[in-house]
């Protein structure tokens, strides 16, 4: 019943998606909204608010559902993009370590989370009893109305004596799975910079999702046009803020990624899961953590990328070394998503500071 009336009010006001890493005690919630809604499973909490970002440029709305731990997973990531860019983000936080909690790890970091989000300037509400769940639409439109983060705090109290109107049916899970696979890897003929000059060169109306650091700096360098997306912080979450831009426009949607960067998320098998066939991920794969001084990742000499990509369950994937052969990948337009594996050298260019600030940023892209 309870569980109803939280989706009544995502409806009202106009949320298409939700993204969500379940919680035990929000799961008849979760089984509702998943029905309801475009929804989403993660794997990590921080993916979610990558996604949602994605979503929100795009100037569609989105809530992430979670548990308040996560708060704590994805907190850099909150900080260096809905909140430096000004994006809306509404959550729906089921609040462990707080009422009746019996999991004695859920409580030191979740006891004290208003005072964290208070620290950090982060609004929330908190949601006690049933007769708080209208709080939630306020939450919702405060978010959007004011381009910020807010959290509803939701005690596992509001669900005491609800009962849902569904109940969970799982499909078969019978399938084969068949991967055969032979990757080589050539000596490098370009740097980041030559691959990104030679991608920039392909683009038409796509928009691009460029990784943190120098790789941001070098697509600017190379050809600044509105659709690009520079990311400025939030390590990781190049590819999430991708598919959920990816999954809220019809458009061509490419993601300017890297080996340590992709090493670090857990968003290529939601990648796959959704299925958006206009995403294409290129990994800019020089072995190393280049905007940190070229220290090796466990790509260098161990890890196949493309591979990964292949087990997470992309079935169009190719492995590029030079100009041409990432030329030739570009233009075999398979339907997505697609993984374009680039194999390049160590090193930087001298391309300098993007000159806008995140809100120009923002606007730039979202107005297309």
Request: aromatic share 8%; glycine share 6%; proline share 5%.
């Amino acid at each position: 019943m309870y569980e109803e009336q939280v989706a009544e009010l995502l409806h009202n006001e106009g949320i298409e998606f939700v993204v969500s890493l379940p919680c035990d005690r929000t799961k008849d919630l979760c089984m509702i909204l998943e029905d309801e809604f475009r929804y989403v499973t993660i794997s990590r909490e921080e993916d979610g608010v990558g996604i949602c970002s994605g979503i929100s440029l795009m100037n569609a709305r989105s809530v992430l559902q979670m548990q308040s731990s996560g708060l704590g997973n994805s907190l850099n990531a909150l900080m260096t993009l809905p909140a430096l860019y000004g994006l809306p983000l509404p959550i729906l936080a089921s609040w462990r370590g707080y009422y009746q909690e019996k999991i004695a790890a859920q409580i030191p970091f979740n006891e004290k989370i208003p005072e964290l989000l208070t620290l950090y300037d982060i609004a929330y509400t908190l949601i006690l009893t049933p007769a708080d769940i209208p709080k939630i639409q306020d939450v919702i439109k405060d978010a959007y109305n004011n381009r910020g983060i807010h959290v509803a705090l939701i005690s596992p109290r509001v669900w005491e004596g609800s009962v849902p109107e569904k109940r969970c049916e799982f499909k078969s899970r019978e399938r084969e799975t068949n991967l055969t696979y032979s990757g080589l890897f050539k000596k490098p003929e370009m740097k980041r910079a030559d691959a990104i000059r030679t991608i920039a060169s392909l683009l038409n109306d796509e928009y691009v999702i460029s990784n943190i650091g120098v790789p941001s700096k070098e697509l600017h360098a190379a050809m600044d046009r509105k659709r690009n997306f520079y990311m400025l912080g939030s390590y990781t979450q190049a590819s999430p803020i991708g598919l959920g831009v990816a999954l809220a426009t019809k458009d061509k949607v490419v993601v300017l990624d890297g080996d340590g960067s992709l090493l670090g998320t857990a968003i290529l098998p939601v990648v796959s899961e959704t299925k958006p066939d206009n995403l294409t991920i290129v990994c800019l794969d020089n072995g190393v953590y280049g905007s940190t001084g070229d220290q090796c990742s466990p790509a260098y000499q161990t890890i196949d990328l493309e591979l990964i990509a292949r087990a997470s369950g992309f079935t169009h994937t190719q492995k590029v070394h030079t100009a041409d052969e990432l030329t030739s990948a570009w233009n075999h337009q398979t339907q997505g998503p697609r993984f374009i594996h680039v194999i390049i050298e160590p090193g930087n260019s001298s391309a300098p500071n993007i000159s806008y600030t995140p809100h120009e940023i923002r606007n730039r892209f979202s107005a297309g």
